[in-house]
């Protein structure tokens, strides 16, 4: 074919595979190779409205079950009279509760979407469409850190209905970045655990083993000065303690963290940190395809 003359416009001759694949890229090529916003916006939205559809179970129900944990701890601890940090016990432990029921929901709902696909058999809604890794990550940890923010604003809501609370957002800047940073941190801990996941007894196992403990062990309830020097070592390396300690501090001005903007912004910088590396190396294990395209 090389001798055929050169179509005017010289614009080279299609050739068989073209002909072939009537003018589509070539198998396992990608067709968009640039950001793919609309795909990004579909995959994020299907996420949100399937927590969205029952969310008297994923968003009302975290937050009567957070105002319960509120009461139980209030009474259980001499009511409104113990103090901690200078404030009553009630509003020590609020901002905690907040952000517990928003790291928790936001692992539940990054953690379901492979291992349900996987369950299913509709995985393949995941992998098919033209999206990156990339872009497949972000609309899973978008829509985790979204349902981790209506919980957190229906159980603060909920909260401030509650005699002896009292929430007061002294350093907004720490609010949202706690609370989102540790919403990503989760969210990025759930998809690693929905891609080796093969059934929902492991999601139930990494929850109650792993997750639990170390949300229940973060200073939720208590100030770590309270612990022996050994354990409050295990409490620092705790990442979900800086998420409990950090967004207490947007309230309260204090926490175990310390109670200045520079000792907490080292918190915050090092959560940041953390999520940059854990996306990256969930990127990579995306792009491996490992537990996904075996």
Do not use: C
């Not at 978008?142 to 002294?170: C, F, K, N, S």
């Amino acid at each position: 074919m090389a001798d055929q003359p050169m179509p005017r416009g010289g614009a080279a001759p299609q050739t068989v595979d073209t002909l072939r694949t009537g003018g589509f890229p070539a198998p396992g090529e990608p067709l968009f190779r640039s950001f793919n916003r609309l795909g990004l916006w579909t995959l994020y939205m299907k996420e949100v409205r399937r927590f969205f559809k029952v969310q008297t179970q994923t968003i009302w129900a975290p937050a009567v079950t957070t105002l319960l944990y509120l009461v139980i701890f209030t009474l259980a601890l001499g009511g409104g009279n113990r103090v901690v940090l200078g404030v009553p016990f009630a509003s020590f432990v609020a901002p905690g509760l907040i952000a517990m029921g928003m790291i928790n929901n936001s692992f539940a709902n990054a953690s379901f979407g492979f291992v349900g696909g996987k369950i299913q058999g509709t995985i393949i809604d995941y992998l098919m469409p033209p999206i990156s890794e990339g872009e497949l990550l972000a609309a899973l940890v978008g829509a985790a850190v979204t349902r981790a923010v209506l919980v957190g604003l229906a159980v603060a809501a909920a909260m401030m209905l509650w005699p002896g609370v009292h929430l007061e957002a002294r350093h907004p800047w720490a609010i949202v970045w706690f609370g989102l940073m540790g919403a990503v941190l989760l969210a990025l801990i759930g998809v690693v655990t929905s891609i080796w996941a093969e059934k929902f007894d492991h999601l139930a196992a990494v929850t109650n083993f792993v997750i639990t403990p170390m949300s229940m062990l973060s200073g939720t309830f208590y100030v770590i000065d309270n612990l022996a020097p050994a354990f409050q070592t295990i409490s620092r390396v705790n990442p979900i303690f800086y998420v409990i300690s950090g967004f207490r501090f947007g309230f309260l001005g204090q926490s175990d963290i310390g109670d200045t903007n520079a000792a907490v912004l080292h918190g915050a910088l090092g959560l940041g940190v953390l999520n940059l590396v854990l996306a990256i190396a969930i990127y990579a294990l995306l792009r491996s395809g490992w537990k996904l395209k075996n």
